[in-house]
């Protein structure tokens, strides 16, 4: 089992930033991939960005070129530095992963961009 806890959401304007950490209650080394999503008002959640044991990451188009996901092992942290917020990145934001057939998700962190 893990347990993860996502911190750092909060309300910020059109343009601006935030950054979002996952911790998690063990090594996140030996996680095979830790998943950031989000569900915004009325809608699916939806994958937004994901990053591979071995560091490799993958976006949502939409977050391309704005989002950086990294992951710190020493602190047992899973990051999301998040530029030039638009109003329709408003949503929950979850850390996500799987051990084994299982999948685990945090408590969830609101996000929300308006002037």
């Known amino acids: 089992q893990v347990q993860l806890v996502e911190s750092g959401g909060g309300l910020v304007q059109p343009g601006g930033s935030l950054r979002l950490s996952c911790a998690a209650s063990q090594r996140i080394s030996s996680l095979r991939a830790v998943g950031w999503y989000r569900q915004a008002p009325g809608k699916q959640r939806e994958s937004v960005a994901i990053i591979t044991a071995g560091g490799s990451a993958n976006y949502v188009d939409s977050v391309k070129g704005r989002f950086t996901v990294s992951r710190d092992n020493a602190k047992n942290t899973v990051l999301l530095q998040m530029n030039s917020l638009k109003p329709e990145d408003t949503g929950v934001y979850y850390c996500?992963?799987?051990?084994?057939?299982?999948?685990?998700w945090g408590q969830g962190t609101q996000v929300t961009v308006s002037s």
């Open positions: 996500h992963v799987y051990i084994g057939a299982r999948e685990y």
